[in-house]
């Protein structure tokens, strides 16, 4: 006789954990258990956990079938799989062991594809929308009775897939305004191979392991766009493959980030080694505080009539790892691969109940937030990503990008002659003092002591503080105020000895001056916009994803990402489809690359201007570029094994009355091959 179905040991939504915090709670705490997922109620997806890592997958969503994996890795062939599929018609059987029966695999091809549509499957969850729902049940396999055996993934390579295709922009702006200003390095013992990074990947982190580095900086590197650099940060944070390096946090008057300390607020100090005086702090995965208790269910989870996965029998617990786990059974993770560090006992783990966790809070509330509680809490509405205007910005536009100084306003001919001169060398001034240090603003040399700074200042402010200026020349006194509060600025840094040392950093490493902060602002609003082009590029809204990649590319024009972006969605008006202005597109796109070799974007959005316009060997040149920079981008691989298919013919043979033959190729639609390239 069937007993009442489990209750949940914890529950929580995406929209307050997302799922890439999920896996991370699973492997930290090495959960035995199944998650259960549901959207408005109905059940979506099931994960099978063993020892914190996910070991099968059940999507009520029919996709990623074992055989469609098969056939895309080059396993087996169509004609073997539509075989396969009649038997397993005749006799319900897993498609596994008929495959293996017909010769189509081996048991090592076999093992490939079923870890393969696995890691699929996984990232498939990352995609869910953020109203998703789960359940944790501790101890209990409700997939005991579905599919093969479990088959054990390494998570890292799939989180960090997942994270790329379907970012929760709103978390990771969360963790990145966390880290703040600090710098992220390598910590010692990460386990970087693991992610699997594509060679430009590494090569961002190659970067970090030289020096540490704030997002901006990693940004404005452009090894890898400003998108992939912040969620390269992010997902190296969660995971705790970084440490924090403390670095100057100003904010609007010059104040530090943490008033009356030299410390990010929350962020605990510590000497690094090599560097004294340098703040530095691991970042821990949840916070030790007391929350509201956990949500159980006292009565059996409600689930659909069709939904039969928690069904009779009871779901049996999980063997211990020794006795569920065979010889080989971890296969993807590199013999004695430790998962992620434990964090140390906290009080929200009250005690084990039954073979299970008895957890004294929601899930949700324990990885919701990766940092220490004394941080700011995260944005509710605007997920963007950008920090507070630099200090004392003006409000007037910053210099042309020529160097030139705006000419100044007509003379009045009631203005004198000394009038006139001082009226011109407020706008010169104040034109040219943004781009200047706090040093140069003075006139004083670097090393100067702070009473050379406050004799400075004051025999500065006789001739620049506005209320000095005759009435005549009220048309500047706008910008000699700028100057007058740049000047101020400067002094209040300079006279300080915690600010000015945190200045002589930041003079060091780049950056001091007002245009470079508003150029800092600039590069990240712009990656702000370009992400919530991407999100609307997955959702279909061309119109809006157009706007916010122009707006992108005007704040940043360097960045080829946002140029190409532009580029493609024009290609696909109908007046531009003919061969000359396909041409005028592609010398676009040279552009692109010419900025930016490793440009995914522009590879493969050229590769299909150029199959537009049938120059197809210099496409598949740019498909398999595209493909050796992102492994992931199942398009440009996709193109390159129907080349390979036809045995380097541009098309497929003729069939009758001159047409090719077999299916003819769905138009390419701007929805649907963007919906392919960013699907979640």
Same mark, same amino acid.
């Given at each position: 006789?069937?007993?009442?179905?489990?209750?949940?040991?914890?529950?929580?939504?995406?929209?307050?954990?997302?799922?890439?915090?999920?896996?991370?709670?699973?492997?930290?705490? !090495?959960?035995?258990?199944?998650?259960?997922?549901?959207?408005?109620?109905?059940?979506?997806?099931? &994960?099978? !956990? !063993?020892?914190?890592?996910?070991?099968?997958?059940?999507?009520?969503?029919?996709?990623?079938?074992?055989?469609?994996?098969?056939?895309?890795?080059?396993?087996?062939?169509?004609?073997?799989?539509?075989?396969?599929?009649?038997?397993?018609?005749?006799?319900?059987?897993?498609?596994?062991?008929?495959? %293996?029966? &017909?010769?189509?695999?081996?048991?090592?091809?076999?093992?490939?594809?079923?870890?393969?549509?696995?890691?699929?499957?996984?990232?498939?969850?990352?995609?869910?929308?953020?109203?998703?729902?789960?359940?944790?049940?501790?101890?209990?396999?409700?997939?005991?009775?579905?599919?093969?055996?479990?088959?054990?993934?390494?998570?890292?390579?799939?989180?960090?897939?997942?994270?790329?295709?379907?970012?929760?922009?709103?978390?990771?702006?969360?963790?990145?305004?966390?880290?703040?200003?600090?710098?992220?390095?390598?910590?010692?013992?990460?386990?970087?191979?693991?992610?699997?990074?594509?060679?430009?990947?590494?090569?961002?982190?190659?970067?970090?392991?030289?020096?540490?580095?704030?997002?901006?900086?990693?940004?404005?590197?452009?090894?890898?766009?400003?998108?992939?650099?912040?969620?390269?940060?992010?997902?190296?944070?969660?995971?705790? /493959?970084?440490?924090?390096?403390?670095?100057?946090?100003?904010?609007?008057?010059?104040?530090?980030?943490?008033?009356?300390?030299?410390?990010?607020?929350?962020?605990?100090?510590?000497?690094?080694?090599?560097?004294?005086?340098?703040?530095?702090?691991?970042?821990? %995965?949840?916070?030790?505080?007391?929350?509201?208790?956990?949500?159980?269910?006292?009565?059996?989870?409600?689930?659909?009539?069709?939904?039969?996965?928690?069904?009779?029998?009871?779901?049996?617990?999980?063997?211990?790892?020794?006795?569920?786990?065979?010889?080989?059974?971890?296969?993807?993770?590199?013999?004695?691969?430790?998962?992620?560090?434990?964090?140390?006992?906290?009080?929200?783990?009250?005690?084990?109940?039954?073979?299970?966790?008895?957890?004294?809070?929601?899930?949700?509330?324990?990885?919701?937030?990766?940092?220490?509680?004394?941080?700011?809490?995260?944005?509710?509405?605007?997920?963007?990503?950008?920090?507070?205007?630099?200090?004392?910005?003006?409000?007037?536009?910053?210099?042309?990008?020529?160097?030139?100084?705006?000419?100044?306003?007509?003379?009045?001919?009631?203005?004198?002659?000394?009038?006139?001169?001082?009226?011109?060398?407020?706008?010169?001034?104040?034109?040219?003092?943004?781009?200047?240090?706090?040093?140069?603003?003075?006139?004083?040399?670097?090393?100067?002591?702070?009473?050379?700074?406050?004799?400075?200042?004051?025999?500065?402010?006789?001739?620049?503080?506005?209320?000095?200026?005759?009435?005549?020349?009220?048309?500047?006194?706008?910008?000699?105020?700028?100057?007058?509060?740049?000047?101020?600025?400067? /002094?209040?840094?300079?006279?300080?000895?915690?600010?000015?040392?945190?200045?002589?950093? %930041?003079?060091?490493?780049?950056?001091?001056?007002?245009?470079?902060?508003?150029?800092?602002?600039?590069?990240?609003?712009?990656?702000?916009?370009?992400?919530?082009?991407?999100?609307?590029?997955?959702?279909?809204?061309?119109?809006?994803?157009?706007?916010?990649?122009?707006?992108?590319?005007?704040?940043?024009?360097?960045?080829?990402?946002?140029?190409?972006?532009?580029?493609?969605?024009?290609?696909?008006?109908?007046?531009?489809?003919?061969?000359?202005?396909?041409?005028?597109?592609?010398?676009? &796109?040279?552009?692109?690359?010419?900025?930016?070799?490793?440009?995914?974007?522009?590879?493969?959005?050229?590769?299909?201007?150029?199959?537009?316009?049938?120059?197809?060997?210099?496409?598949?040149?740019?498909?398999?570029?595209?493909?050796?920079?992102?492994?992931?981008?199942?398009?440009?691989?996709?193109?390159?094994?129907?080349?390979?298919?036809?045995?380097?013919?541009?098309?497929?043979?003729?069939?009758?009355?001159?047409?090719?033959?077999?299916?003819?190729?769905?138009?390419?639609?701007?929805?649907?091959?963007?919906?392919?390239?960013?699907?979640?």
């Amino acid at each position: 006789m069937q007993g009442p179905a489990p209750a949940p040991t914890a529950q929580g939504s995406f929209a307050k954990t997302p799922f890439p915090h999920v896996l991370v709670y699973a492997l930290e705490r !090495v959960l035995n258990g199944t998650f259960e997922l549901h959207v408005g109620g109905h059940s979506v997806a099931t &994960m099978l !956990v !063993v020892s914190g890592v996910p070991a099968k997958v059940r999507l009520t969503e029919g996709v990623h079938f074992l055989g469609d994996v098969l056939v895309e890795l080059g396993f087996v062939t169509p004609d073997a799989l539509r075989a396969s599929q009649q038997r397993m018609a005749e006799s319900p059987r897993l498609q596994g062991p008929i495959l %293996l029966e &017909m010769g189509a695999v081996n048991e090592q091809q076999l093992e490939i594809g079923v870890r393969a549509q696995l890691e699929r499957k996984v990232e498939h969850l990352f995609g869910l929308p953020s109203e998703t729902v789960f359940s944790y049940f501790d101890g209990v396999d409700a997939l005991q009775r579905y599919g093969g055996p479990p088959t054990p993934i390494d998570p890292f390579p799939v989180l960090w897939r997942g994270v790329r295709q379907a970012p929760a922009w709103e978390h990771v702006d969360a963790t990145l305004r966390r880290v703040g200003t600090s710098a992220v390095r390598i910590a010692p013992g990460a386990q970087i191979d693991r992610f699997q990074f594509t060679r430009v990947e590494a090569g961002a982190l190659d970067l970090l392991r030289q020096r540490p580095m704030r997002v901006t900086d990693l940004a404005n590197a452009k090894v890898v766009g400003p998108s992939a650099a912040q969620l390269l940060v992010y997902l190296l944070t969660i995971t705790k /493959q970084v440490d924090l390096v403390e670095t100057p946090s100003m904010r609007p008057g010059g104040a530090p980030a943490a008033a009356g300390s030299g410390r990010l607020p929350g962020v605990s100090p510590g000497a690094a080694p090599g560097a004294p005086g340098q703040q530095v702090a691991r970042v821990q %995965l949840q916070k030790t505080v007391q929350r509201s208790p956990l949500v159980v269910e006292e009565a059996p989870v409600a689930r659909s009539a069709t939904d039969g996965r928690i069904a009779s029998p009871v779901p049996q617990a999980i063997p211990l790892p020794e006795e569920a786990q065979p010889a080989g059974m971890l296969g993807a993770l590199p013999v004695g691969t430790p998962p992620i560090p434990a964090a140390p006992p906290t009080p929200e783990i009250v005690g084990m109940e039954g073979g299970g966790l008895a957890l004294g809070l929601d899930i949700g509330a324990m990885i919701s937030t990766t940092i220490q509680s004394s941080l700011p809490p995260p944005m509710a509405a605007d997920p963007s990503f950008a920090p507070p205007p630099p200090p004392s910005q003006p409000s007037v536009p910053p210099p042309q990008s020529s160097g030139s100084i705006p000419a100044a306003p007509p003379s009045s001919p009631s203005l004198t002659a000394e009038q006139s001169s001082l009226k011109q060398k407020i706008v010169e001034r104040a034109a040219a003092i943004s781009a200047q240090d706090y040093f140069q603003m003075l006139g004083l040399d670097r090393d100067a002591p702070p009473e050379a700074v406050q004799k400075a200042f004051f025999g500065l402010a006789k001739v620049w503080h506005p209320d000095r200026l005759p009435p005549a020349l009220v048309d500047v006194k706008d910008a000699c105020s700028k100057v007058f509060t740049h000047l101020t600025e400067a /002094q209040a840094t300079l006279c300080d000895p915690e600010r000015r040392a945190e200045y002589m950093t %930041l003079l060091k490493d780049g950056g001091a001056t007002p245009d470079d902060q508003a150029k800092i602002h600039a590069v990240l609003e712009a990656a702000t916009e370009f992400q919530k082009a991407e999100v609307f590029m997955k959702r279909n809204d061309v119109p809006q994803a157009y706007e916010l990649a122009k707006k992108a590319h005007a704040l940043d024009p360097e960045q080829a990402d946002y140029l190409a972006m532009i580029t493609w969605i024009d290609a696909q008006k109908p007046e531009v489809q003919g061969r000359e202005k396909t041409l005028e597109k592609i010398a676009i &796109m040279d552009r692109c690359i010419k900025m930016n070799a490793n440009c995914e974007r522009a590879y493969f959005w050229r590769g299909m201007l150029y199959k537009r316009i049938d120059e197809h060997n210099k496409a598949i040149k740019d498909f398999k570029k595209a493909g050796e920079l992102n492994p992931r981008n199942l398009d440009a691989m996709r193109e390159v094994r129907l080349h390979n298919i036809r045995g380097g013919q541009s098309k497929p043979p003729a069939g009758p009355a001159g047409r090719p033959s077999g299916k003819p190729p769905a138009p390419e639609t701007l929805g649907g091959l963007f919906g392919k390239l960013f699907k979640k």
